[in-house]
């Protein structure tokens, strides 16, 4: 189809007698239309590992709010970057190469990152992307995530009295007072807590 499309072009050039510098053009503005329309279309098949990649460099560059020492420059991402499209396992489809390149960059971005962080900020690392996965995946609950972190930072105190004042903390009881309206999977919280003691106080 193309390389009929062309030659009519020609062609009707040729019959025309149109300058040959206008003939040359319109052959390369045909080529760019269709050859570089697949390109950009296949490119765009490839936008998630390249999203991907941009959610791990910022996780990067988080961790210096940890230690000032924690500092990555884009050339070693992109060294990792270009390591893990080399590397990652072929694929008869697009699909299934796509997904090979995201979990060998994630996984090779991860290790590379540890080698130079103390152990103690490697399960901070893990968090950090994990949720930032999440989010780039519009899957992430930011209340959730917020009261995670937080916990209840009402001033108001729940009406509802701690049933085990003995052994479980006042700040703890209006946390899980909190948590039982975030929604209906924690709704039975309370009553749970409330008939099963022990196992709570063991836990």
Not at 30 to 41: R, V
Not at 58 to 71: D, P, T
Not at 112 to 129: D, N, P
């Amino acid at each position: 189809m193309l390389v009929s499309k062309i030659q009519s072009g020609q062609l009707a050039a040729q019959q025309t007698m149109m300058p040959k510098k206008w003939i040359e053009n319109y052959l390369f503005l045909m080529k760019i239309w269709f050859f570089g329309g697949c390109a950009c279309q296949l490119r765009a098949r490839y936008f998630p590992a390249a999203k991907r990649g941009a959610i791990l460099f910022f996780v990067l560059g988080s961790l210096s709010a940890i230690n000032n020492m924690y500092e990555y420059s884009l050339n070693s991402f992109l060294e990792v970057f270009l390591i893990a499209l080399a590397t990652s396992q072929r694929a008869v489809t697009v699909d299934g190469r796509l997904k090979n390149i995201i979990d060998a960059l994630t996984y090779d971005l991860y290790s590379y990152t540890c080698t130079g962080l103390f152990e103690k900020h490697k399960l901070m690392l893990s968090f950090q992307m994990t949720i930032r996965i999440i989010d780039g995946d519009g899957l992430l609950n930011h209340v959730h995530l917020d009261f995670f972190l937080k916990g209840n930072l009402s001033l108001e105190k729940a009406v509802q009295q701690n049933p085990f004042p003995e052994w479980f903390p006042d700040q703890g009881w209006q946390d899980l007072i909190r948590m039982m309206e975030l929604g209906p999977q924690f709704a039975a919280v309370g009553l749970h807590f409330e008939t099963h003691e022990s196992e709570w106080q063991a836990w």
